[in-house]
Nanobody, 119 residues
Framework: QVQLVESGGGLAQAGGSLRLSCAASGNIFSINVMGWYRRAPGKQRELVATITSGGNTNYADAVKGRFTISRDNAKNTVFLQMNSLKPEDTAVYYC?????????????WGQGTQVTVSS
């Protein structure tokens, strides 16, 4: 089995910062891509940022210049540094990983962590 455990969510004021972490463990040969998605109330889940094992990153336009994704390959951990937070960043943030293991290649998701930004 694979587990993705997120931490770091919470409450921040507009203009503030939060840092999310997600550690993957279990049946893992390699992790091709790690990233973060979010779902705001009443909206569909959307991409926030992804990062490959080689360090290539991709960001949603809404967070470019404010959020930074990084990863520690040795620890199977991905981070999301969120600066200049806005109320519209309020959402449940989900960690994502594309993992190769004994069962093949598949997508895995964390349980989600709430981020609330007050104005």
């Amino acid at each position: 089995q694979v587990q993705l455990v997120e931490s770091g969510g919470g409450l921040a004021q507009a203009g503030g910062s939060l840092r999310l972490s997600c550690a993957a463990s279990g049946n893992i040969f390699s992790i091709n891509v790690m990233g973060w998605y979010r779902r705001a109330p009443g909206k569909q889940r959307e991409l926030v940022a992804t990062i490959t094992s080689g360090g290539n990153t991709n960001y949603a336009d809404a967070v470019k210049g404010r959020f930074t994704i990084s990863r520690d390959n040795a620890k199977n951990t991905v981070f999301l540094q969120m600066n200049s937070l806005k109320p519209e960043d309020t959402a449940v943030y989900y960690c994502y990983a594309l993992i190769s293991n004994s069962r093949g290649l598949a997508n895995y998701w964390g349980q989600g962590t709430q981020v609330t930004v007050s104005s």
